[in-house]
Every structure is written in structure tokens, then in C-alpha cells.
């Protein structure tokens, strides 16, 4: 009968591609790269050295033998260690309302050129955002933009992961600088 | 004929269908925020202060400018840096046989408040439990529960995502705490 | 009619079917452990030792208080921090041509025997590799083989994560030793 080959061959069809989609997951095929949030926050670095304790976010606790604590160490400052805890804004001023802090560390690591690694959390407690999002990535400062992980977030950003693009807003001497963050995040919970 | 319509309809039904479900995915949703694991720990630190070594299971490493390796620095501590290797057991007694060693480092992050910045892994390789569990995130401690991100592991918990959360359980002075780590694992492979 | 209920099975067979892999992930399950990227590298640490400032490689930037930044301290190293900006190369050869650099920063943490803890990025940037892999996990260098997270990527590492498989393909005394670095990624993008 005509139907009855008809409904068998479309039962194989059905079955072949029920199962090619219900199989297990291969995971390195066919994502989509489209942000599934899209966040921009600047961060403010205010060093301490040694004049600005009142005023300073951060603070170099590591260095080289040929370094100390109180002054960025020669050599692109290889080797020395910050930790911090700026305000995060949602524009390039200073001093804006903060949303938010980022808290973690960086280090310097390059003795030819400036290079940092960073790790750190953009904390918030605010109406709009509750929760974290966590960075890791190298950072290599020369050039306009740079890429970091954002490897976890907890709260609003619960499981998240993405990419956090930095630039340098702006520079001032070893003791000031702005970093802008555009956050796209590409797994959301 | 009645019969060949309705194959037909649901020949459309079925495509529309498994189209959809077969289509790259967008991973911006749809998950499902159970656990595949939930573990409960606790992890117990000992902070050298100089008349400990014995027993010390932490050591203060970095340290700004304005304080010393030995003694926890004002400020709340800011920017001291200590490295640790923590033995971690199922109850809150430091005196349970160990199950695993959590090792990493934290730093305190803020000057007017207790916070600090964790990343770390448990390491386990008992009958129990192989593998690794890492771990980074911000630590405000005043607050009575913190969210970490698990940011990966290995062996047992290969590839493993997830949120910890973290409950100071005891602490005396600046020489002992004791953390107690409720892990949720969202991915597990 | 005959035909009619066997259309009527194959309609309910097919909504089981589809619904269950349409329905939301339930990420605890049925991952395909097959690397969707594998790749293998070395790298080679020199850690400046007061006399080879020209050669090194990383330096010791944090130590415990019985320790100094020039010499490893005591205890196997305990607390001893050091960041570290390392050549990668295809083959175990130091003077081959370098592929990138490792960079970030690793710690001893254990008094008994010798153990680390590294955080650190594999930067690329030739025609064969652009963009980055983040690295971090317990290290108990006295196992021949010992897993490590890959945490993230950026470039032609998108997103990626997966586990990297150290081990000490040879050490020199206090100032070289050279990893290999076997890693298997399990998302791709």
C-alpha cells in the first residue's frame, strides 16, 4: 500500500533525526557567538606610593629582589604584584556614583614591554545588580584592546562565562589609571 | 483522503519540531538550575605568626608597604597575601582525619572592611574521592554566606562548574578560621 | 483501521521522543569526553637567582617570613610566590624558536613535600595561533602526570575549556625546569 510506505518512511526519517539531535552532545560543534548579555563598566586604580595612603585602591604587596613596596619596580615593572579594590563606574569619571567594586590582583610580568595578568571580581550590591562576574586573563597593556575570561559569576550572573575586552581609558603616571570593560557574556543560567 | 492530510500534518508538526530542537543552540537559555552534585566540606586554616610553625598550615607572603609578614596588617588587612594548604574534613573538627588538602591563596582586599579574594583547589585522592575541584572568587566575609564560582576540575570532577558557598564556621583571632563549603555543581560530565 | 492506530503510535512515539530532547538541559549527563582540540607544548622557566639577570624568566616576588626573594625558601619552598613571563616551544628544546609565552604566576604550598599552585595564560601571536588559554589548578609536582583546569580562551580560543596534563620534562636545580603541557580541550566554539 502506497500510505503504508509512505508512514514507514517517514517514521525513518523521524527516527534518524530525533536521534542524531537526542544523542549525546558533542561540544565542539555549532555554537552561537552571540552575547547573551552585554554589560560596559569602567575601573579606577588609584596606587599607593607612599604620599596617597587616603586616596590609593590598590597596593603593591609583591616585587622583585630589586624592587619594593612603595615604588613600581625598573624593568617594565616585571614581577610586581597589586592587589585592589576599585570603584567601578558606569561612565569615565572618577567620580561618579560607584555600582560596584572590583576586588583581586595584578601582576606585571614581562621585562621588554609592560604586560600584566589579572584576576579579580566585579562585585555589586545595588538595585541593578546583585552578584558577581570573575576574570582571569593576561593582559597585554600596549596594545587598544586586550581579552580576558570571564570564567564564573555567582547571583545575577550565576554560572555565567564570556569575554571581557579591556582598554585603557586613561594613564596617569604610575598612579592613576581607567580601564574600560565591555563584558559579553555567552553562556547565561 | 482524511488519512494522507493527517500524515502530512504531522509530517509538518514533526519537522517544525525537531527543526527547532536541533538548530544551533543559543546558550543564553533554558538551563536547568539543579545540581547535578552537592558536596559539603570544611577546610581549616592555621596562620603563621611567627611561634606556629609547627602547626601552621598559612603563611603570610605578600604584605604592603606599611605592614610585615608575621603580623596581619591594619587597615583590615589590606593587601596581605597568604598562601595555604589546608586540610579539609566532612565535619567542623580540626581533628578528623583528612579527606583532601585545600591549597591556593587569599588576600584581604579592602581597607575598611574584612573582604577578601579567594582562588584555590581542594585535592582529593582518597577511596572516596580523585581529582581536583578549582575554585576563585571574592570573599566579602562579613556577610554570613559568600557564592564562589568552581571554575573547572579534574579526575573525579572533570570539567565541573558551579557555585560554592561559603560560611565562616569559627574563628579565633588572627591565627585561626575555619570555612565551612557548601559546593553545588551545575555542569558535571 | 489498522493504519490509523499505527499513526497514532508513531505520533505518540515521536512527542515522547522530541519532547524529551526538546525539553530543558539537565547538564549533569551524557557529555562526549572526546577532545574536540588537542594540543601539546612546552615551557621553560629560568627563576632569577641574584646572578642571572640577562637569562631569567620569572623572579620570586612573595615569600614567607623565614624567606627572602633571592634563594627558594626552606620547608620545600613553602609561600615562595613567583611570576614568570616563559617562552613556549613546540618541541622540548629551549633554544627553539618560540611559539609564545606563558605567563602568570605560581606558588609552593606545601611544607612536607613539594607542591604548587599556578594561574597563568598561554599568549599566542603568530600566523599558526592567535588569542589566548587560561590555565589554573593544583600542580603536586612529585606525580609524574598531575591535571590542571583550562579556564577560558580568547581568539582562536574562544571560550574554550578543558583539562591540561603537566608534566616535568626536566629540572635543573633551583633555576630551570621545563613543562610539558598536553591539552585536551572539551568546548570549542
Known amino acids: 500500500m502506497e500510505i503504508t510506505r509512505f508512514v514507514f518512511s517517514l517514521l525513518f526519517l523521524v527516527m534518524m533525526t530525533v536521534g542524531a539531535s537526542g544523542s549525546p552532545k558533542h561540544w565542539g560543534r555549532k555554537r552561537v557567538r552571540e552575547p547573551c548579555k552585554k554589560l560596559v563598566f569602567y575601573y579606577h586604580d588609584i596606587l599607593y606610593n607612599g604620599h596617597n595612603s587616603k586616596n590609593a585602591t590598590s597596593a603593591i604587596v609583591g616585587a622583585p629582589a630589586w624592587g619594593n613596596r612603595t615604588i613600581l619596580a625598573g624593568q617594565n615593572h616585571f614581577g610586581d604584584l597589586v592587589v585592589f579594590d576599585d570603584p567601578i563606574t558606569l561612565d569615565n569619571n572618577l567620580h561618579s556614583a560607584p555600582v560596584g567594586r572590583a576586588q583581586g590582583f595584578y601582576m606585571y610580568d614581562k621585562k621588554d614591554i609592560f604586560t600584566a595578568w589579572f584576576a579579580f571580581s566585579f562585585v ?36 555565567t562565562r564570556g569575554v571581557a575586552t579591556l582598554s585603557t581609558d586613561a594613564i596617569e603616571g604610575d598612579v592613576y589609571f581607567r580601564l574600560r570593560v565591555d563584558i559579553n557574556l555567552f553562556e547565561c543560567w
Open 124 to 159: 555589586f550590591n545595588s538595585t541593578q545588580h546583585k552578584g558577581s562576574i570573575n576574570f582571569a586573563g593576561a593582559d597585554p597593556m600596549m596594545n587598544k584592546t586586550r581579552d580576558i575570561s570571564v570564567i564564573g559569576g555567582t547571583g545575577d550572573f550565576f554560572m
